[in-house]
């Protein structure tokens, strides 16, 4: 464990360009320890994936070896329990989502937390232990890449529509229907897959499946307006058998699995959102400065600083009651609320600042727009979390 979840440090890697020393000031529940890990990740961002951004852009992925280095440098494992390779401090991984934007590709930040911070944290959670020996190891290792595989053509964020069905046959089920918008889905070597197991259908009649590579599963790469990086996948499962023994949790239990995961990965998002937007921010104020920003600039920096620190406030505000293990739904709700559309908007105005400049970099803020597009639909449009909020509240 890196240090004591709550401790507080003083730490100025969040400071404003240019402000100082005196901007330092204690953000529990980052340690002393976390901050050294945090400048340890942003070197390797910088100077391992950010230099490839555009290539694997270009190509619409990036080489399977990059989870093999991450898992070399134990980023991958950093929330899971040390006795599966892991480094046992959630607080660390949500340290390595937010220095993970700064790599200048959010398909290629995307890509990897599919696997780390969606896909493999089910398996931890609910899994059997030989479902953990089998998958989340060498899950962890970067051996074994996974996705997952819940949004359907027909079911996006209202998972009780979904429609691909799990019929029980001797020994397991025989998996039908289809999957989109599924982020890693073309390589990925097993899905963790939401399935219908009950003619009923609805919240109570949802299983969660793992799903091995095999015949009848077939997947096609999508194009979209950002996260070029990604291997974002429609995929087709036509009589695919899968062993009962990889059913995950138990049967018709798996609507309250999703919602249990929906809790990491939304507030991965926004933290990925306010790294994001940290990182678009120092571009833009260094561009700026020296310049004789006129007072509209200034003003519009001003505002942006604003939110910026409105976002991380409320996201932190969230970490920190989720490693406290206390009901942070309300909390997280906002931070994915709040983050996601802000960030679309603080790229939209760094790039109005830079003006054509920006708006021609196609290797800079003008990615950073098209892959801030995606937040407010991800993980549940911003329709859902305000209904989440508004029930929260008891509305």
């Known amino acids: 464990m890196l240090g004591s979840a709550h401790a507080r440090t003083r730490r100025a890697v969040h400071a404003p360009p240019g402000a100082g020393p005196h901007a330092a000031r204690p953000i529990p529940p980052f340690t002393a320890e976390h901050e050294r890990l945090r400048a340890e990740i942003r070197r390797f961002v910088e100077d391992e994936?950010?230099?490839?951004?555009?290539?694997?852009?270009?190509?619409?992925?990036?080489?399977?070896?990059?989870?093999?280095?991450?898992?070399?440098?134990?980023?991958?494992?950093?929330?899971?329990?040390?006795?599966?390779?892991?480094?046992?401090?959630?607080?660390?991984?949500?340290?390595?989502?937010?220095?993970?934007?700064?790599?200048?590709?959010?398909?290629?930040?995307?890509?990897?937390?599919?696997?780390?911070?969606?896909?493999?944290?089910?398996?931890?959670?609910?899994?059997?232990?030989?479902?953990?020996?089998?998958?989340?190891?060498?899950?962890?290792?970067?051996?074994?890449?996974?996705?997952?595989?819940?949004?359907?053509?027909?079911?996006?964020?209202?998972?009780?529509?979904?429609?691909?069905?799990?019929?029980?046959?001797?020994?397991?089920?025989?998996?039908?229907?289809?999957?989109?918008?599924?982020?890693?889905?073309?390589?990925?070597?097993?899905?963790?897959?939401?399935?219908?197991?009950?003619?009923?259908?609805?919240?109570?009649?949802?299983?969660?499946?793992?799903?091995?590579?095999?015949?009848?599963?077939?997947?096609?790469?999508?194009?979209?307006?950002?996260?070029?990086?990604?291997?974002?996948?429609?995929?087709?499962?036509?009589?695919?058998?899968?062993?009962?023994?990889?059913?995950?949790?138990?049967?018709?239990?798996?609507?309250?699995?999703?919602?249990?995961?929906?809790?990491?990965?939304?507030?991965?998002?926004?933290?990925?959102?306010?790294?994001?937007?940290?990182a678009a921010f120092e571009r833009t104020v260094a561009g700026v400065r020296g310049a004789e920003p006129t007072q509209a600039v200034r003003h519009e920096l001003a505002r942006i600083a604003t939110t910026l620190e409105a976002t991380r406030d409320v996201t932190y505000c969230a970490l920190r009651r989720y490693v406290a293990g206390e009901d942070a739904v309300r909390e997280v709700t906002i931070a994915k609320l709040a983050t996601q559309r802000a960030a679309f908007d603080v790229m939209d105005r760094c790039l109005q600042i830079q003006g054509l400049d920006g708006y021609c970099d196609r290797h800079g803020i003008e990615r950073a727009v098209r892959d801030a597009r995606l937040g407010p639909i991800g993980g549940g449009t911003d329709e859902i979390m305000k209904e989440v909020l508004g029930r929260s509240l008891g509305l």
């Open 49 to 278: 994936l950010a230099p490839h951004s555009s290539e694997w852009e270009e190509a619409g992925s990036f080489p399977r070896e990059v989870f093999l280095r991450l898992a070399e440098l134990g980023y991958i494992g950093l929330k899971f329990p040390r006795e599966y390779g892991g480094g046992g401090d959630p607080v660390a991984d949500a340290v390595f989502v937010e220095e993970l934007s700064r790599c200048g590709s959010g398909g290629l930040a995307a890509g990897i937390g599919a696997h780390s911070g969606i896909a493999l944290p089910p398996i931890w959670r609910f899994g059997s232990e030989q479902q953990k020996q089998r998958y989340l190891v060498p899950g962890i290792r970067g051996e074994l890449l996974a996705a997952l595989a819940i949004t359907e053509p027909d079911a996006g964020s209202d998972v009780a529509s979904i429609r691909t069905t799990a019929t029980s046959v001797e020994g397991g089920y025989l998996v039908n229907g289809s999957k989109t918008f599924i982020t890693g889905g073309v390589r990925a070597d097993i899905l963790v897959t939401a399935v219908k197991t009950t003619a009923e259908g609805g919240h109570h009649g949802l299983s969660f499946l793992i799903v091995e590579r095999a015949p009848g599963i077939e997947s096609r790469a999508l194009e979209k307006l950002g996260w070029h990086a990604s291997d974002t996948a429609l995929i087709s499962l036509d009589d695919v058998f899968v062993p009962r023994e990889n059913l995950l949790g138990g049967e018709n239990e798996g609507f309250y699995l999703i919602m249990a995961n929906f809790q990491w990965e939304r507030l991965l998002m926004a933290l990925g959102a306010v790294g994001a937007m940290d």
